[in-house]
């Protein structure tokens, strides 16, 4: 089922008193029910930008924007929608505690809920010792972790979160992963906007690129990080002649620890590549499809980019 | 009730300010300080004033007494109206800049309602915050006086609902000026500065009698009627504590059709604005 549909957007910014920046140039995007959605881009993008036409909080200039199959423009969907912005900006006169009831009230629950969820969350963030302090005395983790929590006061169905875990410490990180792949598995919908590759990688099930508000790729996060008829076989004692002999079926790439990867076309290539290892009594130690990480997926893709554009 | 969300999120953060308690401070003080100096007694037909610097001494008969009693509500029901108003619009003016500091109004807008209800929802906090202020000090001095001197003058008390209705008139420019200007200090001189005009623009057509010049004349008439009729107003509160009969209610009729005007296009563009 889908979620989330944007068709077309194109949003402009004014600069100056004549100029217009094109932040977002043209976006076509569909996400599905009860998955990790990941938009990973380098900074100025125009992720943050994004999150926030299909939150109803930018109008775009032109293009669509439905979630739950609503225009974005009812501000009723809301009711299904948690949001933590890049760089909250709590209000500083408000303790933990207090900015907790402020926004479940505004999202319309009952006292005695927002009551509960606030003291279920604050400790499934881990802030409780620190739920009667002010804001401002906050660190910047706390922040984080205090705006991930009024995210979710709300139990809601979707949540976007816009660079999480900036400015968390490695604990932290850890524990705002498992808090997203708990609410995955309890049917929630996540749509993270991220410049950290790892981590991205780590918990998405589909990503999409973006690059100066085109989104330049969009796919399963196995789709992109495993390139197909590429494996990495270890084996020892290579001699030259068998080199030889195993470059007429594949290309191969040898390492300076015997370990070698072979480019096939195909999986009956790749047998006979081992053919040709086990006739000459070499000892295979593994055969893996080599993956690529996303990280360099996502370098050499800005990289043939930026080509391009000069 | 996420309105009524907004309007307490809104008064505390009002609450914080020293301003609001400096204000709440100074009318306690102000009340307190006439429940001990003055002291009154009555001999028949004759009144006698002491206070704590002089013995008592016999100066006015029952009716001199009450006029200069209820010229000193007018006096305290003006204070209000300039300086108590004023210390409101302090104590509320950042309230729009604040809410549209980079990454709050997200937060806000991320919930279920509306631009409308939040704007408005803010207004009415900004109101209610100045609506206590000047309540609680409109009240306090008539009880003290009226315990004092037995004088009760109830239009002394409705003054107090000028002076909230001249505050809910002139927030609505407070609030449109916030969302295009972020500092405060600009945006409260910009209001006194239109509320220093009012005088002049009162008496418009006396001033014309004398300069001749038509152009002049037609944007004199044209400031006057979008701007609040603020000096106006202050005339209709002290002839009311005076019990005078009131001149004419257009001002405030006309005051009211500006605000919600104003309000209008507070929303207007406040409705457009990108987080
Ligand atoms: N309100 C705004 N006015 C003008 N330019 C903006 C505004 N918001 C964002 N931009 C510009 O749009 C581009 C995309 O920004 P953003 O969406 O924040 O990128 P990202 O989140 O990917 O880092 C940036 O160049 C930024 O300067
Ligand atoms: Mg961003």
């Known amino acids: 089922m889908t979620i989330i549909e944007c068709k077309g957007v194109v949003k402009k910014f004014r600069t100056g008193w004549t100029g217009k920046f094109t932040a977002i140039d043209g976006v076509d995007l569909e996400v599905k029910r009860e998955s990790i959605f990941g938009i990973l881009g380098p900074n100025g993008a125009g992720k943050t930008t994004l999150v926030k036409i299909i939150l109803g909080l930018v109008l775009p200039d032109e293009g669509s924007v439905k979630v739950f199959g609503t225009d974005v423009k009812d501000y009723k969907i809301r009711d299904r929608v948690g949001y933590l912005p890049e760089n909250p900006n709590l209000p500083p006169y408000l303790t933990g505690r207090q900015v907790m009831e402020l926004f479940g009230r505004l999202s319309g629950l009952s006292r005695e809920a927002v009551k509960t969820r606030t003291e279920e969350l604050l400790k499934e963030v881990k802030i409780e010792q620190w739920a009667n302090k002010k804001t401002p005395t906050y660190s910047k983790g706390m922040i984080q972790r205090l705006g991930l929590a009024q995210a979710l006061i709300s139990d809601p169905d979707i949540i976007f979160l816009d660079e999480p875990t900036d400015g968390v410490d490695p604990i932290g990180r850890k524990e705002i992963r498992q808090i997203l792949l708990e609410l995955k598995n309890r049917g929630k919908t996540i749509f993270l906007n991220s410049h950290l590759l790892s981590e991205t990688e780590m918990i998405c099930d589909r990503v999409g690129i973006m690059d100066k508000g085109k989104i330049v790729a969009e796919g399963g996060m196995k789709e992109l990080t495993t390139t197909s008829n590429k494996y990495s076989i270890k084996c020892k004692n290579l001699t030259p002649d068998i080199f030889e002999k195993l470059n007429e079926t594949a290309s191969i790439k040898s390492t300076l620890d015997g370990t070698f990867e072979a480019f096939v076309e195909n999986l009956e290539s790749l047998n006979r590549v081992l053919d040709v290892l086990r006739n000459n009594n070499l000892l295979i130690e593994s055969v893996t499809p080599a993956k690529q990480s996303l990280e360099s997926y996502f370098i050499d893709l800005i990289k043939d980019i930026r080509e391009e554009d000069k | ?275």
């Open chain 2, 1 to 275: 009730m996420k309105i009524a969300a907004i309007v307490y999120d809104t008064f505390r953060e009002c609450l914080v300010k020293k301003i609001f308690l400096s204000f709440f401070i100074a009318s306690t003080i102000g009340i307190i300080g006439i429940y001990v100096i003055l002291n009154i007694d009555i001999i028949g037909n004759k009144v006698a004033i002491s206070s704590l610097f002089s013995k008592g001494e016999e100066i006015a008969s029952m009716e001199q007494f009450e006029d200069i009693i209820i010229k000193v509500e007018a006096f305290f029901a003006m204070a209000l109206f300039s300086i108590g108003l004023f210390m409101s619009i302090f104590a509320t003016a950042d309230l729009t800049p604040s809410l549209m500091t980079k990454g709050r109004l997200d937060l806000y807008l991320a919930r279920p309602i509306s631009r409308v209800q939040l704007l408005f929802g803010k207004y009415c906090g900004a109101v209610a915050v100045a609506a206590i202020n000047i309540l609680y000090a409109i009240a306090g001095l008539w009880l003290v006086i009226g315990i004092k001197t037995g004088i009760w003058n109830i239009n002394f008390l409705y003054s107090g609902l000028n002076i909230i209705f001249m505050f809910s008139v002139l927030y609505t420019f407070v609030m449109l000026i916030g969302i295009f200007i972020k500092s405060t200090p600009v945006n409260i001189i910009a209001v006194y500065i239109m509320v220093s005009l009012s005088p002049i623009l009162a008496q418009k057509d006396e001033i014309f009698l004398f300069i001749n010049n038509k152009v002049l004349e037609h944007i004199t008439d044209l400031l006057y009627w979008i701007t609040p009729k603020y000096y106006e107003i202050s005339i209709i509160t002290k002839n009311l504590v005076e019990g005078n009969t009131m001149p004419s209610w257009t001002p405030v009729i006309s005051s009211i059709i500006i605000a919600v005007a104003v309000m209008n296009l507070s929303l207007y563009f406040f409705s457009r604005k990108n987080c």
